[in-house]
């Protein structure tokens, strides 16, 4: 069985909207090397149109004027990441992506049971949805030192605790602080 694996950056306060998190070089080789151990990403729909924006490249091959040459690994790896995408609405979806529908405990399941070195998934109201399943194989929460003082939080309106056994701790020069949790079961 493919392990689901976690990841997101927060804030100490809970907040994990990208624009509060600064990036960093370390933080995005951190990144590529979780989307690398994974043979698919599962994204929702919000999640994966935010990612399509900011790293599909464009269609003249210039690079954003954004983009700074320490994210091109990244780019270069999420781009070349298989995709599942779960969605009622979308109609399609390609930058090597697939559609997921029906019932998502399914579907979840049959993907953790193909071969492979596992998957990986991201997001705020999808890792909801699989937590509440009980499909998350491993959490890491990518913790940095500020506060931003707003949401969006992880995990509201979970309807049970689910408890933690942290088994790894990175630390970044930037302060960050990456842990990885696995349910106890």
């Known amino acids: 069985m493919r392990p689901l694996r976690y990841s997101i950056n927060v804030t100490l306060d809970g907040c994990c909207?990208?624009?509060a998190i600064p990036a960093d070089e370390d933080l995005h080789r951190h990144a590529a090397e979780n989307i690398a151990q994974a043979d698919a990403l599962l994204l929702g729909r919000v999640t994966y149109e935010m990612m399509e924006a900011a790293w599909r490249p464009l269609a003249t091959g210039v690079r954003p004027d954004w983009m700074a040459d320490w994210m091109e690994p990244f780019a270069r790896t999420i781009d070349a990441a298989k995709k599942y995408v779960v969605s009622s609405t979308l109609e399609?979806?390609?930058?090597?992506?697939?559609?997921?529908r029906g019932d998502l405990g399914k579907a979840v399941q049959q993907l953790?049971?193909?071969a492979g070195k596992g998957l990986g998934v991201g997001g705020v109201k999808l890792p909801l949805a699989l937590t509440e399943l009980g499909l998350i194989d491993e959490y890491e929460f990518v913790v940095h030192p500020r506060l931003a003082g707003h949401g969006p939080t992880l995990f509201a309106g979970l309807s049970k605790h689910v408890d933690l056994k942290l088994v790894s701790r990175l630390e970044?020069?930037?302060?960050?602080?990456?842990?990885?949790?696995e349910p106890r079961r």
Not at 92 to 100: C, P
Not at 172 to 181: K, P, W
Request: no cysteine.
């Open 17 to 19: 909207d990208h624009r």
């Open 112 to 114: 953790k049971r193909e």
């Open 92 to 100: 399609q979806v390609d930058w090597n992506a697939e559609l997921v």
């Open 172 to 181: 970044f020069g930037s302060g960050a602080v990456a842990m990885r949790y």
